[in-house]
């Protein structure tokens, strides 16, 4: 089993910064991926950013450029670094870890960029 818990959210305005964590504990040795999802009012959850166990990250689009994950070696926190926000990034932003056996999820952190 591992538990997240997500903190860093909040309101920010257009063109500025935030930094998210998600704190890790139980199983983490077991992790072999962590990601940070997202989900905006009415819409599907979408994959924000991955980092896998080597190191390697993979961002989606949308966020190339201005998002940054990166991790703990013992997997025990992992964060977004967010600059040159956008009103379409608000959304309530979740972790994720993933094992050979499962998926787990924290229970997500609000973010609200004002125009």
């Known amino acids: 089993q591992v538990q997240l818990v997500e903190s860093g959210g909040g309101l920010v305005q257009a063109g500025g910064s935030l930094r998210l964590s998600c704190a890790a504990s139980?199983?983490?040795?077991?992790?072999?991926?962590m990601s940070w999802y997202r989900q905006a009012p009415g819409k599907q959850r979408e994959l924000v950013a991955v980092?896998?166990?080597?190191?390697?990250?993979k961002y989606a689009d949308s966020v190339k450029g201005r998002f940054t994950i990166s991790r703990t070696n013992a997997w025990n926190a992992v964060y977004l670094q967010m600059n040159s926000l956008k009103p379409e990034d608000t959304g309530v932003y979740y972790c994720?870890?993933?094992?050979?056996?499962?998926?787990?999820w924290g229970q997500g952190t609000q973010v609200t960029v004002s125009s």
């Open positions: 139980g199983s983490t040795f077991s992790i072999n991926a």
């Open positions: 980092i896998s166990r080597g190191g390697s990250t």
């Open positions: 994720n870890a993933t094992t050979w056996r499962s998926d787990y």
